[in-house]
């Protein structure tokens, strides 16, 4: 397996296509809890995102507001899994997106060079102008447009499912 891009191979990705993006560090943040009290004022979506395995063993990252609620016992009817999903194993999650446990994020797709993993976002999120994520790691939000966000993900060759996935 290739190693894992750092934060700035990330932000050289994204300078190459033309993406801007704005940065903020902070303490690393573990929990939503945590990333509303310690983050700051950073304008724009705040994103939770869960590493899913199927029982046919494909995996899926599905981005969703933070505040959202995801029924885990019915997605897999909404996202084309088969059977219920479980949350994809540490192992799996870092030789796959690159990152650890408290700091999956959509940039971690930037890593999927072999697209194992199907990209999933909860349609409420296209309403937003920006969105957030962590940059590979947790002590740092990255701000994206929308629009960036979607050319990143078409350079990476994920071709998001926009689903209705948040109850």
């Given amino acids: 397996m290739d190693m894992a891009k750092t934060a700035d191979e990330l932000f050289t990705f994204l300078r190459e296509l033309g993406i801007?993006?704005?940065t903020r560090e902070h303490p690393p943040l573990f929990t939503?809890?945590?990333s509303q009290s310690l983050r700051g004022s950073i304008p724009g979506a705040h994103t939770k995102?869960?590493?899913l395995k199927d029982k046919k063993g494909r995996y899926f990252l599905v981005t969703v507001?933070?505040?959202a609620v995801v029924d885990l016992k019915t997605i897999h009817h909404t996202i084309g899994a088969s059977g219920?999903?479980?949350f994809g194993k540490e192992d799996a999650l870092m030789e796959l997106l690159g990152v650890t446990p408290g700091s999956v994020t959509l940039f971690g797709l930037v890593n999927d060079l072999d697209r194992k993993v199907t990209f999933v976002l909860d349609e409420p999120l296209t309403e937003e102008q920006i969105i957030?994520?962590?940059?590979?790691?947790?002590?740092?939000t990255t701000s994206i447009g929308k629009d960036d966000l979607f050319r990143f993900l078409e350079a990476t060759g994920h071709e998001p499912l926009v689903l209705k996935v948040s109850i």
Avoid: I, K, M
């Fill in 20 to 22: 801007d993006t704005a």
């Fill in 32 to 34: 939503v809890d945590e």
């Fill in 49 to 51: 995102n869960l590493f």
């Fill in 65 to 67: 507001e933070e505040r």
């Fill in 84 to 86: 219920r999903v479980s």
């Fill in 132 to 140: 957030n994520g962590h940059p590979l790691h947790n002590a740092a």
